[in-house]
């Protein structure tokens, strides 16, 4: 039997990564064959499938920011792998992979979806680079491919606001394995043992600044310490936080951790009281799915993939204003009520078993690469 071959194209960091790699390495390698087209300085981690096997992998010139020179190269080069490699379908992720897949499979004739992991335009407040973003968006919408929504939230915005018809939206949701045991965390713990935490660069992606006036109306009423990781060291507004953090006196109450281990990460989320989420957009988080995974109640700002992984009043609250007493108030509940707070940890795990597993979710997208290769859909 001939394999349906499978091109990845995107830019592979953060959650981006985390996706692809849980894809690879679950699919049924002996039914599909996949390759991965990547950027010059993406995770350097190889791409490994189901059996162990090394994936084949090319570097491109991808990046993050708009160059008209640099993502010509990337087509060009992504044309000519594709023309050679000649796969049945291209899978684009996020939004320069998408565009280039995309501009690729029109010019090859090859079906292409794309997964946005939260589009593009809502990156940015800025009305102009909004309606840009959003144009290329729609842009596409008469080409050979599909979207393939990373969240129930995210296929909506798919049909209401980038106007795809029905019939090219479908839906994979971001999955990962049960987490079934704890690492001792291989860093000195700093922190006192009853703590909230989050994980999220400080971005306006995240909202870090929300988050910390949140603690600091928390305090006023209780003792209170968060524990923020993946902070890492250059991003735009890590200076904005601890500039905010020193102004409230909030430096013994907060601990930053600039990188943590995906290990370490299982286990402080696993020791916390509550996770936190202030998050503008997302598509279907990654650290908001692992912390159902290890049962963790939670309290999430209403934005896609956040409310899709939180039912409020049923496994954590949702908060639909940017209101840092808002936060604090769902958050001190948890805290001071042990039944409440047992009660939604148990229904997060329910929650995330009954829709958020790969071992269960992974004949999802196999049978969508199948529909999509024999013209299916």
Avoid at 235 to 264: F, Q
Wanted: a positive charge; hydrophobic letters at 35%.
């Amino acid at each position: 039997m001939t394999k349906i071959k499978v091109a990845h194209i995107l830019h592979s960091v953060g959650g981006v990564d985390v996706s692809l790699r849980l894809i690879l390495e679950h699919i049924d390698d002996e039914k599909f064959e996949s390759i991965v087209i990547q950027g010059t300085k993406d995770n350097d981690t190889p791409f490994h499938d189901k059996s162990k096997n090394s994936i084949r992998n090319y570097r491109i010139p991808i990046f993050r920011e708009i160059s008209p020179v640099q993502d010509f190269k990337a087509i060009r080069t992504a044309y000519k792998i594709v023309k050679k490699e000649k796969p049945h379908v291209i899978h684009a992720h996020s939004a320069k992979g998408g565009v280039i897949g995309r501009v690729v499979g029109m010019l090859t004739k090859t079906p292409s979806l794309y997964t946005p992991q939260a589009f593009s335009y809502l990156s940015t407040d800025n009305s102009k680079k909004r309606s840009v973003y959003l144009a290329i968006e729609r842009f596409f919408k008469k080409g050979n491919s599909r979207i393939l929504a990373s969240s129930e939230s995210e296929k909506q915005r798919a049909l209401k606001e980038v106007g795809i018809p029905e019939n090219k939206v479908l839906l994979y949701n971001n999955s990962i394995l049960p987490i079934n045991s704890i690492q001792p965390l291989s860093v000195p713990k700093t922190w006192p043992d009853e703590y909230i935490c989050t994980v999220g660069r400080p971005s306006y992606q995240k909202n870090t600044e929300l988050l910390v006036k949140a603690v600091y109306e928390i305090k006023k009423q209780r003792n209170v310490h968060l524990v923020l990781m993946g902070v890492g060291y250059h991003y735009s507004e890590l200076d904005t936080v601890v500039k905010l953090i020193e102004e409230l006196d909030l430096t013994d109450n907060i601990t930053m951790l600039p990188w943590t281990s995906r290990e370490d990460v299982f286990n402080i989320v696993k020791h916390a009281q509550v996770y936190v989420s202030t998050s503008r957009y997302e598509g279907l988080p990654y650290s908001v799915i692992e912390a159902i995974a290890l049962a963790k109640a939670c309290v999430v700002s209403d934005c896609d993939g956040n409310r899709d992984l939180i039912i409020d009043g049923y496994n954590g609250f949702v908060i639909k204003d940017e209101n840092p007493e808002l936060y604090s108030g769902k958050i001190i509940a948890l805290l001071e009520d042990d039944t409440l707070r047992e009660k939604f940890s148990f229904n997060a795990k329910v929650f995330f078993d009954e829709n958020f597993d790969v071992n269960k979710n992974i004949r999802k997208i196999e049978d969508i690469y199948t529909k999509v290769k024999n013209n299916q859909l």
